[in-house]
Each structure stands twice: as structure tokens, then as C-alpha cells.
């Protein structure tokens, strides 16, 4: 059965009289490449688990399921659980879990499984994270991703274009931003696949990407106090227009500290945030963990 095929989707749609729901972001893949390029660019094998957001009616579960030792699919969509109960028939190694992936932690799924199926005589040495991603909630799900430090080798998911330039921005640009910042400290981002609307159905207005996210043993840079490094980037790119110095006195500290500590650490002040590299903003924050400390 082609998944993938908007005949196919229509048929599935009848027989079990499912209506897409715009607000749930519901546009499949039609495009068999692209299905393989994500399970392809995750480079799933018989030891991974892969953990999907988002299955829809199963076209990328399907496909994991041929290379990965185990796929768990997670759904938010209760009418589309006898669907894929119905299309991944064939997979002994898929479980679909009817959640919000918003709500669940991911990395307890991930040891559970992974201890369960040792449990079982199944060595999975590790996880990835697949997806065609639900767009009203792609920084959502992202930054969940990234700030539990979740426990998978890379994050091989489709988005947005737009968003995905601005993950993989550098300074300098208007696309880098707070996005920039909290990808790139985490992980290494790439690009997959570009693909076009035609490739989805029903078609979304937008163009999409699919890029690998590699989790970075270390972050990019080392803060002596993470929480104040993102404050620091928050407040800075708050106000995007404003240099470095004006946009920075949203964070609580006083605009004569802030002077001092841009002199500190050699930027000129009237710099903007978007300048501004991973370093740049390690520098500042170290500056006042210092004062803190
Ligand atoms: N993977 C399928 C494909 O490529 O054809 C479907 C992708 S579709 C863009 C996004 C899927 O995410 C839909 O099935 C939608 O119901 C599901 N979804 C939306 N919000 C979700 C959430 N908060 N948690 C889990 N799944 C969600």
C-alpha cells in the first residue's frame, strides 16, 4: 500500500470517514524521496530507536519501521489511532502512542524503551527523533527538544523553510536570531532536503526543509551559568532594531554595568544583537556571573 499516494490517502480517508484538521497542521507527504531522504538522513539502523512526532496516516513510520529496531509514533490525534493501527498493520516493531508530544517527556520514553526492549534480548544502542512536524508548533517542539537535552544522536525533521533558515543563520543576517542561538548551541544543524508545496497534500502556502539536527556532545559554547547566557540572548534580541546596549537593559541589569561589561569584553555598544556570536553572548553572560558569583 502506497501511503504516500493522495489516492491512497483519499481511500483511507473514506474508509474510515477521517477529516483533516487544518488546525493540527495536517498536511501529508506525498513525495516517496523525501519519505526516504528523512529515515535516510537519521540514518536509522536494526540498533536505533526512532521516536516520530506527528505519524499522520504513516507514511515516515512506515518507512522507519523497514530500518530502525523500533519506532514509537506519537499522535495527538485520537481519530487517526484505528488509522494507523489499520496502515502500520504490518510492523511488529511500531507503537503508537496517543499524546501531545508537548506533554511528554521524552526522555523517559526513550530510557524506558530502551531498558524494556534489553529486557526483551533487543539491544537498541540509542534514539533519533523523525518527524514531519505540525507547523503551528515547530519552535514549540524544537525547543523542548533542546532544553531536556534530549537523549538522541540527532533530530532529522521537516519545517517550515523560513524557520529552518533561521536555524541555520549566521550573524550578520536578519534571519539570525534567539532560534540561531538555541539551535546552534545544542546541535549542529544541516540541511537535508529542500521541498516544495506540490510535495504535500493537501498543500501548505509555505515551502518546507527538512534539516538534521546532530546533538553536540558539548554545547557549542560554555557559560558559566546557562540560564543567564539565554536571558542574556533573550534581552537581546528583544528589541532587534536597538543596539546591544539599549536592548540588553531590558535584562535587569543596570545600562552603566552594561557599558562596562561590553568594554570588558571588546564590543562596541552600538552593535545589535544580530551581530552578536554564540561566543559574543557567552562573553557577556560569563561578565556578570562573575559580578554575581
Ligand atoms: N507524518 C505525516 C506525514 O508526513 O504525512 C503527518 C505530518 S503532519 C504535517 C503533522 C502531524 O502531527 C499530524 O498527524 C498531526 O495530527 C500531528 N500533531 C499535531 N499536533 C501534535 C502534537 N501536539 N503532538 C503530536 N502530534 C501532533
Redesign the pocket.
Known sequence: MD??SPQVIKAIKQKFGFKN?KS???????DPDV?KEIVAGAGATETDLVI??????????DEAAKHAGKVIA????RD?IPVLDFTLAAHRNVEVIN?????IDLNELIEKTLSEEESKGKQLTGAKII???????TTP?LMKLLESDIKAECIVV?MQKEVAERILAEPGGKEYGALSVAVQYRTTPETVVDVPKES?FPAPKVDSQVLKLTMRTEPAVKPKDEDLFFRMVKAGFSQRRKTILNSLSTSGFPKEEIAACLDAVGIDNKRRAETLSLQDFCSIADYFSRKLG
Open positions: 501511503l504516500y484538521s493540527l497542521g495536517q498536511n501529508f507527504l506525498t519519505i516520530e512526532i506527528g505519524p499522520g496516516f504513516g507514511v515516515l513510520t506519537i499522535e495527538l490525534d487517526l499524546e501531545d508530544v508537548l506533554k518527524g514531519n512536524l505540525p507547523y503551528y508548533i517542539i521537516m504535500f
